[in-house]
T-cell receptor
Framework: KQEVTQIPAALSVPEGENLVLNCSFT??????LQWFRQDPGKGLTSLLL?????REQTSGRLNASLDKSSGRSTLYIAASQPGDSATYLC???????????FGAGTTVTVRA | GAVVSQHPSRVICKSGTSVKIECRSL??????MFWYRQFPKQSLMLMAT?????????EQGVEKDKFLINHASLTLSTLTVTSAHPEDSSFYIC????????????FGEGSWLTVV
């Protein structure tokens, strides 16, 4: 059974600092890994999706890396802003199914 | 891009009543939809897989008689929480698989259920 762990559970930084969020998974037989953002009381917003054959994906200030063999992904957010405050979830899709396994998330607070 | 719509986004119901949540794929046919539940400060947990025209497949520990799932068409799946209790209060979110677009999975906006 796939286990997805996100560390740290919470993070508070001053505006302008770079953010580093970690996600690890136990079964490397994945199809892809996806990072989501969830604002309080809201649904999920997909940020980046990395296919198993890829090493990284970038979108604006966001960069996600994937090391499938070691079961790790990292989400980097450059020059953080108060608007980046949210919970960030990573989810892994297995290579032989469509069911996603989610981490518990990292709650980020960016202080102005 | 593809859109999955969930309705209602928020619902409050009395203990003992039933409540239905709809999940619709708006511009693609979804042969498979998934229902997840999220308790406060916890991750999303898969409840069941909904297959069009057949019975849903429930994850271990999920009561199929309490959480009724119907996937009557290629664009609609419904989750009915029967005889709701306060402990059923949670965030419920669906996702749908677009088989014609590389099996991309799209998520709905989620539904907040509060049972009083």
């Amino acid at each position: 059974k796939q286990e997805v762990t996100q560390i740290p559970a919470a993070l508070s930084v001053p505006e302008g600092e770079n953010l580093v969020l970690n996600c690890s998974f136990t079964d490397s037989a994945i199809y892809n890994l996806q990072w989501f953002r969830q604002d309080p009381g809201k649904g999920l917003t997909s940020l980046l999706l990395i296919q198993s054959s890829q090493r990284e994906q970038t979108s604006g200030r966001l960069n996600a890396s994937l090391d499938k063999s070691s079961g790790r992904s990292t989400l980097y957010i450059a020059a953080s802003q108060p608007g980046d405050s949210a919970t960030y979830l990573c989810a892994v899709r297995p290579s032989n199914d469509y069911k996603l396994s989610f981490g518990a998330g990292t709650t980020v607070t960016v202080r102005a | 891009g593809a859109v999955v719509s969930q309705h209602p986004s928020r619902v409050i119901c009395k203990s003992g009543t039933s409540v239905k949540i709809e999940c619709r794929s708006l511009d693609f046919q979804a042969t498979t939809m998934f229902w997840y539940r999220q308790f406060p400060k916890q991750s999303l947990m898969l409840m069941a897989t909904s297959n069009e025209g057949s019975k849903a497949t429930y994850e271990q520990g999920v009561e199929k008689d309490k959480f009724l799932i119907n996937h009557a068409s290629l664009t609609l799946s419904t989750l009915t929480v029967t005889s709701a209790h306060p402990e059923d209060s949670s965030f419920y979110i669906c996702s749908a698989r677009d088989g014609t677009s590389g099996n991309t999975i799209y998520f709905g906006e989620g539904s907040w259920l509060t049972v009083v």
